[in-house]
């Protein structure tokens, strides 16, 4: 199973953008953000773990030892795991277009094929 990415340019901070995908995902409150927050020397330091019905999302910085150099113009990305290519393809789309209609932008790809 290949896992789809959410590619998300802003110029926001990194827990600017969990809040959003917090909110999104049905988490909000006002710790919402910091509640997901994690560290990992392998996933480049800081980063964000959301959990919805089994499916796991990564909030990433794109930066350092976890950056994708082909989507170096983006600066977080957000990895949808759920065991489902097809539930993951369809994940992320959706919330890519909920991302763009909030006024970022974001682009669905799966670069671990």
């Known amino acids: 199973m290949k896992p789809?990415?959410?590619?998300?340019?802003?110029?926001?901070?990194?827990g600017q953008v969990a809040r959003i995908l917090a909110c999104l995902l049905g988490q909000a409150d006002s710790?919402?953000?910091?509640?997901y927050k994690r560290e990992s020397s392998n996933l480049g330091g800081t980063y964000y773990r959301f959990e919805v019905i089994e499916v796991e999302f990564l909030l990433l910085r794109?930066?350092?030892d976890v950056e994708i150099p082909e989507r170096g113009d983006f600066q977080f990305y957000l990895v949808i795991r759920s065991g489902s290519e097809r539930l993951d393809h369809a994940l992320a789309v959706h919330v890519a277009r909920i991302l763009e209609r909030d006024g970022l932008v974001a682009e669905v790809d799966s670069l671990s094929a």
């Open 62 to 64: 794109n930066a350092g």
């Open 4 to 14: 789809y990415e959410v590619y998300i340019r802003s110029q926001l901070e990194h």
């Open 31 to 35: 710790k919402a953000a910091d509640a």
